[in-house]
Structures are given as structure tokens and as C-alpha cells.
């Protein structure tokens, strides 16, 4: 049984462009979130997708937005990339009608942005 | 606004003594705790965790304990081992809002050290 899986594992980009991450949940899952950790700080909450739509949305400017497809995999794009962006970004899937708090989380990907 | 704080970066403990690790909220409406362990290169992975309607939690080596009245929680490891050395975040949700739909506030991590 697969669990969440993201691609890729590092990336590097320029102040300016765009990225676009990606996530697959876990078997059985139904929702997605993203969160944003910095170094040596924790995860913050970036937004929540559930049905194909944003349900929940933290401290994120509209630079981060994101999308849910069909089969619950995910996307994290994000627009006019700052330095602050670096980060590891991490993607969580749950099964919101059954325990929306038992979130598994993938190994996340690694944004440099220079 | 840092809502949930973790006070100590680090803590070293040596193997089969007891890791105490710590935790504070400010949000009164937080009423679920949950502690995760990350590993480097890894995920968070959960660990335990906690409602409010109750003030402890066991879990074989692992208890957390809820203190409301002080907006403190902490996470006892018992005995620890050299294994259980990774990073532990401690994370809460206001699920009674019917709001949060799983949304999690994370501290900012302890750093745990067993050592032989």
C-alpha cells in the first residue's frame, strides 16, 4: 500500500518563476493538504482540497494556489517565486469523513529558489 | 502569532531515562493535540495524540499529558532509546468549530537526542 507520494524531491528555480508540485495521497484518502516548512520552524498550513476544491486556506497569499483532480492527487503552484519560498513543502492526505486529523504526510519537496 | 510553542530547541537524554518533551498553546479554541516525529530526509509521521475532554494519553513507551487550565501539553518517552532521536513537533486543531476540516497548527519542533 502506497503511501503519500511527492514529486519530485528537490528543485530549483529563479526569484520570478513558477513551480508546480505535485502529490498523490494515500489509498483511501480523499483530501489533500499543503504546508510550508521553512528551516527550523514547523509546518504551516498552506490550504486544504477536498471534492476538487479549496475548503480551507491558511496565512498564504493568492501566489499559492493549487488544484484537486479526480482521482485525489493534488497540485501546489505557486507564482512570481520569492526567495522566502524556500522551503519544504510538504503534502498530507486524510479520509475527512472518517478521521480528517489522522494525516499521513509524504517526504515533501525541497524549493530553492535563487 | 505563534499559537503553539515548542520553548526547547533541543533535548538530550541518555538511553532508558525518560524524555520529557514540552509544549504551549495560546488558542482557547484549540481542543486537539497530536504529537508527530520526523525523521531527516522523512515526513512527519504521527505519534500520539490527545482531546481535550481528556488529560492523558498512553501509548505503549509514549503518554502525553493535557493541562487546559495552563494551555500546556507534554510528551513523555519512556524509557527512550536511541531510536526514538528525530525532531517531535507538537500540533493542535479546533476541530469542536466544525471549521478546521483537519487543519493542523504546528510548533516549531524539538530536536531529540538519545544517546547511548
Known amino acids: 500500500d502506497a503511501g503519500v507520494t511527492q514529486s519530485p524531491t528537490h528543485l530549483i528555480k529563479t526569484r520570478g518563476q513558477q513551480v508546480t508540485l505535485r502529490c498523490s495521497p494515500k489509498s483511501g484518502h480523499d483530501t489533500v493538504s499543503w504546508y510550508q516548512q521553512a528551516l527550523g520552524q514547523g509546518p504551516q498550513f498552506i490550504f486544504q482540497?477536498?471534492?476538487?476544491?479549496?475548503?480551507q486556506r491558511g496565512n498564504f497569499p493568492d501566489r499559492f494556489s493549487g488544484h484537486q483532480f479526480p482521482n485525489y492527487s493534488s497540485e501546489l503552484n505557486v507564482n512570481a517565486l520569492l526567495l522566502g519560498d524556500s522551503a519544504l513543502y510538504l503534502c498530507?492526505?486524510?479520509?475527512?469523513?472518517?478521521?480528517?486529523?489522522?494525516?499521513?504526510f509524504g517526504n515533501g519537496t525541497r524549493l530553492t529558489v535563487t | 502569532d505563534q499559537q503553539v510553542k515548542q520553548n526547547s530547541p533541543s533535548l538530550s537524554v541518555q538511553e532508558g531515562r525518560i524524555s520529557i518533551l514540552n509544549c504551549d498553546y495560546t488558542n482557547s479554541m484549540f481542543d486537539y493535540f497530536l504529537w508527530y516525529k520526523k525523521y531527516p530526509a522523512e515526513g512527519p509521521t504521527f505519534l500520539i495524540s490527545?482531546?481535550?475532554?481528556?488529560d492523558k494519553n498512553e501509548d505503549g513507551r509514549f503518554t502525553v499529558f493535557l493541562n487546559k487550565s495552563a494551555k500546556h501539553l507534554s510528551l513523555h518517552i519512556v524509557p527512550s532509546q536511541p531510536g526514538d532521536s528525530a525532531v517531535y513537533f507538537c500540533a493542535a486543531s479546533a476541530e469542536a468549530s466544525g471549521t478546521s476540516y483537519g487543519k493542523l497548527t504546528f510548533g516549531q519542533g524539538t530536536i531529540l537526542t538519545v544517546h547511548p
Open positions: 490527545i482531546s481535550s475532554i481528556k
Open positions: 498530507a492526505s486524510s479520509s475527512l469523513g472518517i478521521a480528517p486529523l489522522a494525516l499521513h
Open positions: 482540497y477536498y471534492e476538487e476544491e479549496e475548503r
